[in-house]
């Protein structure tokens, strides 16, 4: 094929990308999720569409997983705030809350689990335990996580904060710090803050 034969097949199936996730942001408006102009959306799994708020002119990439671990409850949960760019095959697994402040960058492979699994009776299979601890999860404005980085429950990471790769965050990070590590632990400051 030459040169301008593949410009044109790439025009091809990126008008079509663009045609249907422009159907699928119509479809999940429609069951409930709050979508702000500018988004579009991707291939997702969602359990509780009205318990997802998404932000103006967001890019999401495939495969995020948008799951309210609980019953049926007035929404939203999770929250996404403006200019949020999140990563291929995300998770944010919420039961009480989990909010992510704008112009944020959320690298693929991120967890967010905003809960723990019950363990306190000993005569109970760990599958039938209930009554984890929980707690909000919270990402202030322009903070940016590495790939494969788990955020746990009660974490707060503070404004312009940066979570190196594969970290695994246990307790809050101030603003404009840089943390790293299982479990993360202070590394540096960004210059300028």
């Not at 410009?7 to 429609?30: D, I, Y």
């Not at 790939?147 to 940066?162: D, F, S």
């Given at each position: 094929?030459?040169?301008t ?58 495969d ?41 960058l ?10 723990d ?43 312009g ?33």
């Amino acid at each position: 094929m030459s040169a301008t034969g593949d410009r044109a097949a790439f025009r091809l199936r990126a008008n079509g990308s663009r045609a249907a996730a422009h159907l699928r942001t119509a479809w999940w408006r429609l069951m409930k999720m709050q979508v702000s102009a500018g988004t579009l959306l991707p291939r997702l799994r969602v359990t509780w569409p009205h318990q997802v708020s998404l932000g103006a002119d967001c890019t999401l990439e495939h495969d995020i997983y948008f799951k309210y671990d609980g019953i049926w409850a007035p929404g939203p949960s999770i929250i996404i705030r403006d200019r949020v760019f999140i990563g291929f095959g995300c998770e944010f697994n919420a039961r009480r809350r989990i909010e992510i402040g704008s112009d944020s960058l959320i690298a693929s492979g991120c967890k967010f689990i905003d809960h723990d699994h019950g363990t306190a009776r000993g005569d109970l299979p760990m599958r039938e335990q209930t009554g984890g601890a929980e707690a909000e999860i919270v990402l202030e404005e322009d903070v940016w996580l590495g790939v494969n980085v788990v955020v746990l429950k009660g974490v707060r990471i503070g404004r312009g904060a940066i979570v190196a790769a594969g970290a695994i965050v246990t307790k809050d990070v101030p603003s404009y710090e840089i943390w790293g590590g299982v479990p993360a632990r202070r590394l540096g400051e960004r210059a300028g803050a």
